[in-house]
């Protein structure tokens, strides 16, 4: 079985400035998938950035980018010119490379970051 | 619609009684997932269909629990004789096919007195 791990309950941080939110995670799997998700207050989960394993270079979106260790087993995502609508849980999840269903994701606790103006 | 919707937004019962809670995915999307989201939790798998099937239903915790998609689109989760240690956000996603990013809807928020 797989876990995801997230270390750091919650943060906080100065508009503008850039922040790193720490994931890990444990498996077996050679081949998977990585998400970082943001969870605002209303409730929808949505996608910030994902990032096959089997990719060396790390993704980016926008102001949003990954720092992605695959022996050490790390994800981190790093938020660079932190905006006020960036506050939210954000979570890691993890999805193993399957050909028949299921895909489906396991979260860590998630992070809830405070971005201060 | 452009995404997923859920309804209702929110839901109030009693202990022992029956719930429906509804999922429209995306369009076109063939996968769908529920999940449940506890206070200060990440979300936990309860089920997947593939079309109308129910690929993997192992994530449901007990009998009491129970999804269907009878024409692979709409979802429906039941849940019978609610106990309050069902409260809790349960959480739809879709997504359009294999390997494929799941979007979320904005979940139903349970709550058992």
């Known amino acids: 079985a797989q876990t995801v791990t997230q270390s750091q309950p919650e943060m906080s941080v100065q508009e503008a400035e850039t922040v790193t939110l720490s994931c890990t995670y444990d498996?077996?799997?050679?081949?998977?998938?990585l998400f970082w998700y943001k969870q605002p207050p209303s409730r929808q989960m949505i996608l910030v950035i994902r990032?096959?394993?089997?990719?060396?270079q790390n993704a980016t979106e926008n102001r949003f980018s990954v720092n992605f260790q695959k022996a050490a087993k790390s994800f981190s995502l790093k938020i660079s010119d932190s905006q006020l609508g960036d506050t939210a849980m954000y979570f890691c999840?993890?999805?193993?490379?399957?050909?028949?269903?299921?895909?489906?994701?396991?979260f860590g606790t998630g992070t809830r970051l405070t971005i201060i103006p | 619609g452009a995404g997923v919707s859920q309804t209702p937004s929110n839901k109030v019962t009693e202990k022992g009684k029956y719930v429906e809670l509804r999922c429209d995915p995306i369009?076109?999307?063939?996968?769908l997932y529920w999940y449940r989201q506890s206070l200060g939790q990440g979300p936990e798998f309860l089920i997947y269909?593939?079309?109308?099937?129910?690929?993997?239903d192992s994530g449901l915790p007990n009998d009491r629990f129970f999804a269907v998609r009878p024409e692979g689109s709409v979802s429906t989760l039941k849940i019978q004789r609610t106990e309050r240690g069902d409260s809790a956000v349960y959480l739809c996603?879709?997504?359009?096919?294999?390997?494929?990013?799941?979007?979320f809807g904005p979940g139903t928020r349970l709550l058992v007195l």
């Open positions: 999840a993890f999805m193993k490379h399957a050909n028949f269903g299921n895909e489906k994701l396991t």
């Open positions: 498996t077996s799997e050679s081949n998977y998938y």
């Open positions: 990032q096959e394993a089997y990719k060396q």
């Open positions: 269909f593939q079309g109308t099937g129910a690929a993997d």
């Open positions: 996603a879709s997504s359009a096919g294999l390997q494929e990013t799941q979007y």
């Open positions: 369009s076109g999307h063939t996968a």
